[in-house]
């Protein structure tokens, strides 16, 4: 639970119900979930666990108490990931890795293919090394934290193209480190081209500037085909691991429940804490995960999805605040299982 503060500065915020247009203390409970959330998010991954069973009821109260849609929209999202321990492929020492996440937002939908959204998110990242483990003798990193606010928007300029922008800001920093340190700005767009009722696809972009003295731009695919009544393929995030990009084919056995095949591209970069003889002030974590998930839809517009696969070519990497490489390390194929759970209201 948050400190006194804390709790305090939920107390005062109040939101608009959107049927009767009452104000609500913040402490009904999706908003009381998100503020408590973003104001003390613990390094505790245990605590992603509570935050689903909080977001499950939330999610349950809101759903019974709305009984049609109106133009503003809420959602939430939790999730953990467990990588077992696997070891460094070139040396000694091994690592495992727990990563968790909470997210809100709130956004206004003119209709289905017009909206605008705020979105808040925090996780941490904990990398649990081995005594003897070091990259290249160096001293490996612990806790990433990590915080992140985007505004995405999505448009139709024409009755067959789809577009997104989504700018955002970011900041990954190790435990102890300054946020400012981490802190990167960027932007995700793209359109698509609706070609039949089954098939969208276009191209798109991403730009960041990193943590270090980085900058990084790379094409995207914005893909959405049905190729069956039940099988499709898409591009999106990947929730194996930190919400790299990804591309998922998945077959849909009922209302109910959607089996999914996912591969991806990981790759983190983090600010590193000052310590006595370290020199490195930028770490690197990649991976390419590969996972197979089982998603259940319990009400409409919520999801619980349950995942298991591995992690190919994970690298490891320690470099100086210029962009210059200073150590690095591989580790071998690594199993990964994780859950999420999300919902719209």
Same mark, same amino acid.
């Given at each position: 639970?948050?400190?006194?503060?804390?709790?305090?500065?939920?107390?005062?915020?109040?939101?608009?119900?959107?049927?009767?247009?009452?104000?609500?203390?913040?402490?009904?409970?999706?908003?009381?979930?998100?503020?408590?959330?973003?104001?003390?998010?613990?390094?505790?991954?245990?605590?992603?666990?509570?935050?689903?069973?909080?977001?499950?009821?939330?999610?349950?109260?809101?759903?019974?108490?709305?009984?049609?849609?109106?133009?503003?929209?809420?959602?939430?999202?939790?999730?953990?990931?467990?990588?077992?321990?696997?070891?460094?492929?070139?040396?000694?020492?091994?690592?495992?890795?727990?990563?968790?996440?909470?997210?809100?937002?709130?956004?206004?939908?003119?209709?289905?293919?017009?909206?605008?959204?705020?979105?808040?998110?925090?996780?941490?990242?904990?990398?649990?090394?081995?005594?003897?483990?070091?990259?290249?003798?160096?001293?490996?990193?612990?806790?990433?934290?990590?915080?992140?606010?985007?505004?995405?928007?999505?448009?139709?300029?024409?009755?067959?193209?789809?577009?997104?922008?989504?700018?955002?800001?970011?900041?990954?920093?190790?435990?102890?480190?300054?946020?400012?340190?981490?802190?990167?700005?960027?932007? $995700? &767009? *793209? %359109?698509?081209?609706?070609? @039949?009722?089954? !098939?969208?696809?276009?191209? #798109?972009?991403?730009?960041?500037?990193?943590?270090?003295?980085?900058?990084?731009?790379?094409?995207?695919?914005?893909?959405?085909?049905?190729?069956?009544?039940?099988?499709?393929?898409?591009?999106?995030?990947?929730?194996?691991?930190?919400?790299?990009?990804?591309?998922?084919?998945?077959?849909?056995?009922?209302?109910?429940?959607?089996?999914?095949?996912?591969?991806?591209?990981?790759?983190?970069?983090?600010?590193?804490?000052?310590?006595?003889?370290?020199?490195?002030?930028?770490?690197?974590?990649?991976?390419?995960?590969?996972?197979?998930?089982?998603?259940?839809?319990?009400?409409?517009?919520?999801?619980?999805?349950? $995942? &298991? *696969? %591995?992690?190919?070519?994970? @690298?490891?990497? !320690?470099?100086?605040?210029? #962009?210059?490489?200073?150590?690095?390390?591989?580790?071998?194929?690594?199993?990964?299982?994780?859950?999420?759970?999300?919902?719209?209201?």
């Amino acid at each position: 639970m948050p400190d006194k503060a804390g709790q305090a500065l939920a107390r005062s915020i109040h939101v608009k119900h959107r049927d009767t247009g009452r104000k609500l203390p913040a402490h009904s409970p999706f908003i009381r979930l998100i503020l408590y959330s973003m104001i003390e998010f613990s390094s505790n991954w245990r605590n992603t666990i509570a935050a689903l069973l909080v977001s499950l009821s939330a999610a349950v109260s809101a759903q019974e108490s709305r009984q049609e849609r109106g133009p503003w929209v809420s959602n939430i999202a939790v999730g953990a990931v467990n990588q077992f321990p696997t070891d460094f492929s070139d040396g000694p020492g091994d690592v495992s890795i727990t990563r968790g996440f909470v997210e809100g937002g709130l956004g206004y939908a003119w209709d289905r293919y017009n909206s605008v959204s705020f979105s808040l998110a925090a996780g941490t990242t904990d990398y649990d090394f081995s005594s003897d483990a070091s990259i290249e003798g160096r001293e490996p990193w612990g806790r990433i934290d990590e915080y992140r606010l985007s505004v995405p928007v999505r448009f139709s300029p024409t009755e067959k193209m789809r577009a997104i922008v989504i700018p955002s800001i970011r900041t990954s920093a190790e435990s102890g480190a300054s946020a400012s340190d981490g802190r990167s700005e960027g932007m $995700l &767009a *793209g %359109v698509s081209w609706k070609f @039949s009722d089954t !098939l969208s696809v276009g191209p #798109g972009f991403g730009w960041f500037s990193d943590v270090g003295d980085e900058t990084t731009a790379f094409p995207i695919i914005l893909l959405d085909w049905k190729i069956t009544e039940a099988l499709s393929l898409s591009t999106g995030r990947n929730l194996a691991s930190a919400g790299g990009p990804s591309l998922s084919m998945n077959y849909e056995m009922d209302q109910k429940w959607t089996l999914g095949l996912t591969a991806g591209y990981e790759q983190s970069r983090f600010a590193l804490a000052e310590r006595d003889g370290r020199t490195a002030q930028v770490g690197e974590d990649s991976s390419a995960p590969l996972v197979v998930s089982a998603t259940h839809t319990p009400w409409p517009m919520t999801t619980i999805t349950a $995942l &298991a *696969g %591995v992690e190919f070519g994970g @690298s490891l990497n !320690l470099e100086d605040n210029n #962009g210059r490489n200073l150590a690095a390390t591989d580790v071998d194929t690594a199993i990964v299982i994780g859950f999420a759970f999300q919902s719209r209201f």
